[in-house]
């Protein structure tokens, strides 16, 4: 089955800075790589995704970047703010959201004012 | 509130009882699924529903857990004779067909 390899599992940046969390993939079926943001006690929520057809993808401050042939991804966050603070976790699957979901273990940002 | 809901958000038992976990989906989303999370991981797939149909169910999955789906809409999830082992964040998320999972607030259970 997939495999996802999440890196680092901890990231401090002053306010400001830009943050890079990365992932690695093991199921080259996989096509489908959504991130989520999960603040303390509190529901994941998506905050990006991409499809395997294309290599990247930008809302506002948040890009998401793929490399099919090396099967990893990256999240990609510009100016970031102290509401950044929160755990972040990538995930893949082999359909746009109607298979299961492999998470990786999580990104715990913390951005300090 | 048109998101997913979760009922209880929190639930302590006793080893050995048996719980019983509510999901009520995006009500326009035929799909379902149940996830668990441990402390400092990320979510877990434990099964998940088109319509009424479960369609796949993890290795994860003794046989001391049971979900439903009885006419395709709210979902439960139950656990027989609980172990300290399940405690969790119990996880439920629904789509529309070929989209974009969102995920309830989710049932913290506690087996004392």
């Known amino acids: 089955g997939e495999n996802v390899e999440q890196h680092p599992s901890t990231l401090s940046v002053q306010e400001g800075d830009s943050a890079v969390i990365k992932c690695t993939y093991s199921?080259?079926?996989?096509?489908?790589f959504p991130w989520y943001k999960q603040e303390l006690g509190k529901r994941p929520q998506l905050i990006i995704d991409i499809r395997s057809n294309v290599g990247e993808k930008k809302d506002q401050r948040i890009a998401v970047t793929l490399n099919k042939t090396a099967k990893h991804f990256s999240l990609h966050i510009t100016e970031t703010q102290p509401e950044d603070s929160a755990v972040y976790f990538c995930a893949a699957s082999q359909g746009s959201g109607y298979s299961t979901l492999t998470f990786g273990k999580g990104t715990m940002l913390l951005v300090s004012p | 509130d048109t998101g997913v809901s979760q009922d209880p958000r929190h639930k302590i038992t006793k080893r050995g009882q048996n719980v019983t976990f509510r999901c009520d989906p995006i009500s326009e989303h035929n799909r379902l699924y149940w996830y668990r999370q441990t402390l400092g991981q990320g979510p877990e797939f434990l099964t998940y529903f088109q319509n009424e149909a479960q369609l796949e169910k993890s290795r994860l999955l003794s046989d001391r857990f049971s979900a439903e789906r009885p006419k395709g809409s709210f979902s439960t999830l139950e656990i027989q004779r609980t172990e300290q082992g399940d405690s969790a964040m119990y996880l439920c998320?629904?789509?529309?067909?070929?989209?974009?999972?969102?995920f309830g607030p989710g049932t913290r259970l506690t087996v004392l």
């Open positions: 998320a629904s789509s529309p067909p070929k989209d974009t999972q969102y």
């Open positions: 199921d080259s079926a996989s096509n489908y």
